[in-house]
């Protein structure tokens, strides 16, 4: 690439935005006659005509067209990539917006929000709970987590937190009047806590290993939930056996107030990623909050 192949280009892409070389110029904060001398040495550098000109009206070739289309999104990454660097010489500050499930509320942010905020004063954090999978770059996210690392395949995940394993769960009382499960067979005679998947509007199979082969039981109980804190209010309530993400479930199980069955049985899942959108510069205000989280979970 020679030194001045991208003399003219902002210009042309001012004159396209703004739909004028008189639009443009203002934008620029130049006078029209450099804008339309910008653009007629990059023209003549290529070779050819990138614009149409009228008395009324400025429009592109088809040359001018395929041009655009492959510049522009080029000069956006540039234009990323140079604020993200400038961000090394500031403070990280702003919103930051995350999208998760639920069950990733006690599990990450509880442990990590209030040390955040004190080491990082100027960032505001909103967590938006949600178990229907958004798309984060439509609904404006600056990321979101799931349990494991399927994202789509223009977004970059990292792990915040080790392996667990599923529980099934019960309270005291329920398995003294009811009796312990041996074997996920055993759960026929159980009532269990079902929970209908959001997205899907499907009551979720309880997943089991046995002899290294996954294997999927539906349950029957008297109650179905569509969130894990009442699942496990339910499971409280003596009013059944459940099944969940380890960690949700500890506090308890150390307390005392659940008990864990079928240990054996259950299979390992991965940890809880964090994604965001591949092709922009990671903003400082999420490298912290990563960086902090990565550290302080694991």
Known sequence: MKRNDLDGVLPLLAVVEHGSFRAAADALGVTPSAISQAVKQLEERIGVPLLVRTTRSVGLTQAGQVFIDRVRPAMAEVSDTLESIREFGERPSGLLRVNAPRIAYPVIFEPILPAFLKAYP??????????????????????????????????????????????VFASPDYLAALGTPKTPDDLVHHRCINFRRPTQKTIYHWRFVEEGEDRHVPVKGSVTVNDPNAKMHAALAGLGLAYEVGPIVQPHLDRGDLVSVLEEHLPDIPGFHIYYPGRAQIMLKLRVFIDFAVKTLR
Do not use: K, W
């Open 122 to 167: 100027e960032v505001e954090v909103e967590v938006f709970l949600d178990d229907g999978l958004a798309d984060i770059a439509r609904d404006g996210f600056d990321a979101g987590m799931r349990l494991g690392q399927m994202v789509a395949p223009d977004m970059i995940a990292r792990a915040l937190t080790p392996p667990s394993r599923m529980v």
